[in-house]
């Protein structure tokens, strides 16, 4: 069996090759698409999931060059995250202010 013939753009444009006969299927019916918030379709959204990224808000913190490498090496000689130091300075702040720590306003 031969491989079919080539069909290069000026012969079709010349009219010297027929259109290829595709015969349509019968069309079928267009997808359901689901609503992006399930609220809108009326379900109520299944439990939270419980972990800290998907509780949490995301907090951008800029830093001066030498203060945050301050930071990194705190972490480093600590052997810990730099997370956790901000949060530590976080709770410190919530303290001088006479509010409530981060255990307290989580529930943890």
């Known amino acids: 069996m031969s491989?079919?013939?080539k069909v290069n753009l000026q012969a079709i444009i010349a009219g010297d090759v027929a259109p290829a006969i595709?015969?349509?299927p019968e069309p079928?019916?267009?997808p359901v698409v689901e609503p992006i918030?399930?609220?809108i379709a009326g379900v109520k959204p299944g439990p939270k999931l419980s972990t800290l990224k998907d509780r949490a808000h995301q907090l951008?913190?800029?830093l001066e060059p030498p203060v945050y490498e301050r930071l990194r090496l705190l972490a480093f000689e600590e052997r810990t995250k730099m997370h956790v130091l901000m949060l530590e300075a976080v709770d410190l702040l919530l303290k001088k202010r006479g509010q409530p720590s981060i255990k307290?306003?989580?529930g943890s």
């Open 37 to 39: 918030h399930p609220e």
């Open 104 to 106: 307290k306003l989580v």
């Open 3 to 5: 491989s079919p013939r």
């Open 22 to 24: 595709v015969s349509d």
């Open 60 to 62: 951008s913190v800029y």
């Open 28 to 30: 079928q019916p267009a």
